[in-house]
């Protein structure tokens, strides 16, 4: 334990850090200094990005791309500049392969339909299957169960093993010659579980199956290189990376967006429109029908400056260590199951626990009587409960202004609630 807390120093300025977060600064329940541990559900904001979004209102919003007005001219070149950010920050080919959404769960849904209305060779109907994973949030299971449902396409999954990591002993058959898609997730947002990307990625292309990655939980913490991935695919969102809400990103290879079709039609997205027919403008603009959320991007851009002028790999590496003391400190805590890996090897900030027979909804509630905030539910990813045979679980997340300190209260606080249950 002693080794593990020792390692965090020196890796990140966690007091400066927090500084920049106002919200960390809140206390509740009669004075209580509040203990974030719910970044994977989504990070606390600094006052860079909500300064940026607040200029941005204050003297430059206006809608983008047509205006001829120096405002509007402004916001579309701040609107713009993140998608250059977000490009560069992924280290994108072009940064016309930055496609903005408002969430990953809209990228997610942007992939499944634009391969469903699709021309061959891409396109998914009944003579084709999907693969997906038992451990992806739903925002990565219901998009592909519509697809399946709608063309008659098979949908198929890779199970996961006792300690939490992807069964991938089956490999070549769950991914046949039969495979147009496989989409599943860099880091798990239950499981804590970074799967084994260049092994799946291999055999897909082996059998020339396109490869989508939801990066909602890597993206936030460690460098995210989308060519060295080698993936035709990457969703992540803003939120959980101390961007604002209602931004997501798309990253797709520049050729597959050329071929396939838009999911939404509107203003935008078009190069002319009669009332017989209509051409596309092209990528990014084809599948950003509408107006965009320009402020949104703003603060995206905002957030992209503010982790890389810390360093993404600074950050990994303090959440490494902030992760390996959190396990070993949980494993101290009498009845406390973690679900999922038992180690800090190969797994993300974030770590689900059961606590003996109390329900995570009362461990929740007590903790929260002290302060500490945590995640409890099923947090969008049901099957893996069921493949445990639990209800749901609590789950602390870590980030890069997370502290030993408040390991410490919520170990401490565990005992207190087993206290309180007798």
Known sequence: MTDARQGLSGLLDTEAIRKDFPLLDR???????????????????????????????????????????????????????????????????????????????????????????????????????????????????????????????????????????????????????????????????????????????????????????????????MVLDVQALQADFVAFTGHKMVGPTGIGVLWGRQELLEDLPPFLGGGEMIETVSMHSSTYAPAPHKFEAGTPPIAQAVGLGAAVDYLSAIGMEKIHQHEKAITEYAVQRLLEVPDLRIIGPATAEDRGAAISFTLGDIHPHDVGQVLDEQGIAVRVGHHCARPVCLRYGIPATTRASFYLYSTPAEVDALVDGLEHVRNFFG
Request: aromatic share 6%.
């Open 27 to 221: 206390t509740v329940h009669d004075g209580k200094k509040i203990v974030y541990l719910d970044s994977a559900a989504t990070s606390q904001k600094p006052r860079q990005v909500l300064d940026a979004l607040n200029t941005y209102y204050e003297r430059h919003n206006a809608n983008v791309h047509r205006g001829v007005y120096t405002v509007a001219e402004e916001a579309t070149a701040l609107y713009e500049g993140a998608r250059d950010k977000v490009a560069a920050f992924i280290n994108a080919p072009s940064r016309d392969e930055v496609i903005f959404t408002k969430n990953a769960s809209e990228s997610l849904n942007l992939v499944a339909n634009m391969l469903g209305w699709a021309d061959e060779p891409y396109r998914v109907d009944r003579e084709t299957e999907i693969v997906t994973t038992e451990m992806e949030h739903h925002s990565n299971i219901v998009p592909w169960q519509l697809l399946a449902q709608r063309t008659g396409a098979k949908l198929k999954w890779f199970g996961i093993t006792d300690d939490g990591r992807l069964d991938l002993s089956n490999i070549d058959e769950i991914i046949t010659e039969k495979t147009k898609i496989v989409s599943f997730t860099l880091v798990s947002n239950i499981l804590g579980t970074v799967n084994p990307v260049e092994r799946i990625i291999r055999r897909a292309q082996q059998v020339g199956a396109l490869v989508c990655i939801d990066a909602s939980q890597a993206a936030p913490h």
